[in-house]
T-cell receptor, first 115, second 110 residues
Framework: NAGVTQTPKFRVLKTGQSMTLLCAQD?????MYWYRQDPGMGLRLIHY???????AKGEVPDGYNVSRLKKQNFLLGLESAAPSQTSVYFC??????????????FGPGTRLTVT | DAKTTQPPSMDCAEGRAANLPCNHS???????VYWYRQIHSQGPQYIIH?????ETNEMASLIITEDRKSSTLILPHATLRDTAVYYC???????????WGLGTSLAVNP
């Protein structure tokens, strides 16, 4: 199993440009998440999904959109990139269990710079 | 939402046990404690989780106090590869989110 993969690994954008980050998981997990990590701060949740076709806002959703058209993929879109969106973006997935406890599996990250 | 408090940094000698403390005094009775670590700038890695009993797996042990207000992650024989930032997290039940703090930066020294 590849686990959680992210595409691309690095990207430089100019202010106002748009792009889509792709996250894929091959573990048949129900839940998927997008986080950003900035220096001196913990991971902050942008959006998450509890199943195919459903998404929800996290702590810092402004400026981002997401889609979960297929269970294995979770896309994060930046419609008009801003320098404040310079960050490392991590995708994660987790299984649904009847007990309610679960762990998240993370991808390697995408390093995005907006100039 | 329950929050956690961890020391910003710790040192440990290679081969010795590393004991990482975490305070979560506002934890609710059915909230789990999770531990993750992040090596360099890689994606975080799940280590262990628990509710109220002590837990052990191949990576670490988790000791939770009886009142559940604090816990300790134990790496029994730390190696240089255990140098990482360790995060203690309490899971928010109603929306399944994990609230991440700044963690403890553990340096394992030769």
């Amino acid at each position: 199993n590849a686990g959680v993969t992210q595409t691309p690994k690095f990207r430089v954008l100019k202010t106002g440009q748009s792009m889509t980050l792709l996250c894929a998981q091959d573990m048949n997990h129900e839940y998927m998440y997008w986080y950003r990590q900035d220096p001196g701060m913990g991971l902050r949740l942008i959006h998450y999904s509890v199943g195919e076709g459903t998404t929800a806002k996290g702590e810092v959703p402004d400026g981002y959109n997401v889609s979960r058209l297929k269970k294995q993929n979770f896309l994060l879109g930046l419609e008009s990139a801003a320098p404040s969106q310079t960050s490392v973006y991590f995708c994660a997935s987790s299984p649904h269990t009847s007990v309610g406890s679960y762990e998240q599996y993370f991808g390697p990250g995408t390093r995005l710079t907006v100039t | 939402d329950a929050k956690t408090t961890q020391p910003p940094s710790m040192d440990c000698a290679e081969g010795r046990a590393a004991n990482l403390p975490c305070n979560h005094s506002t934890i609710s009775g059915n909230e789990y404690v999770y531990w993750y670590r992040q090596i360099h700038s890689q994606g975080p890695q799940y280590i262990i989780h628990g509710l109220k009993n002590n837990e052990t797996n191949e990576m670490a042990s988790l000791i939770i106090t009886e009142d559940r207000k604090s816990s300790t992650l134990i790496l029994p024989h730390a190696t240089l590869r255990d140098t990482a930032v360790y995060y203690c997290i309490v899971r928010v039940l109603r929306n399944r989110k994990l609230i991440w703090g700044l963690g403890t930066s553990l340096a394992v020294n030769p």
